[in-house]
């Protein structure tokens, strides 16, 4: 399982942002895929995922309405849309994969996702 993100920078609020997270060595459809976020001096915590319920994306309440995830099947790339973004936003974001027959979702737990990117760094600032 090989998980590479892309697509972080800076950005000024209210202004939008897309994380692409590249998914090779393993099916897709077969794995829950995470997105997750770690500002300095903070713990990990769960932003959004998809394959994690009844085939709808589940958000964490302070992204919901601002942030969607999506797949693309055919080039093995799940994406982060990030709209209205905040100052809080500022984070380095990863996304995780754990194989459905072993995950109990959904959950935004980091700890339920074994599979990680090295993540990318997303800064909100005027």
């Known amino acids: 399982v090989q998980l590479v993100e892309s697509g972080g920078g800076l950005v000024q609020p209210g202004g939008s942002l897309r994380l692409s997270c590249a998914a090779s060595g393993f099916i897709l459809d077969y794995y829950a895929i995470g997105w997750f976020r770690q500002a300095p001096g903070k713990e990990r915590e769960g932003v959004g995922c998809i394959n994690c319920s009844d085939g709808n994306p589940y958000y964490a309440d302070s992204v919901k309405g601002r942030f969607t995830v999506s797949r693309d099947n055919v080039k093995d790339t799940v994406y982060l849309q990030m709209n209205s973004l905040k100052p809080e936003d500022t984070a380095v974001y990863y996304c995780?994969?754990?194989?459905?027959?072993?995950?109990?979702?959904?959950?935004?737990?980091?700890?339920?996702?074994?599979?990680w990117g090295q993540g990318t760094q997303v800064a909100v600032s005027s």
């Open positions: 995780a994969a754990q194989e459905k027959g072993y995950y109990s979702g959904p959950s935004l737990d980091p700890a339920d996702f074994g599979s």
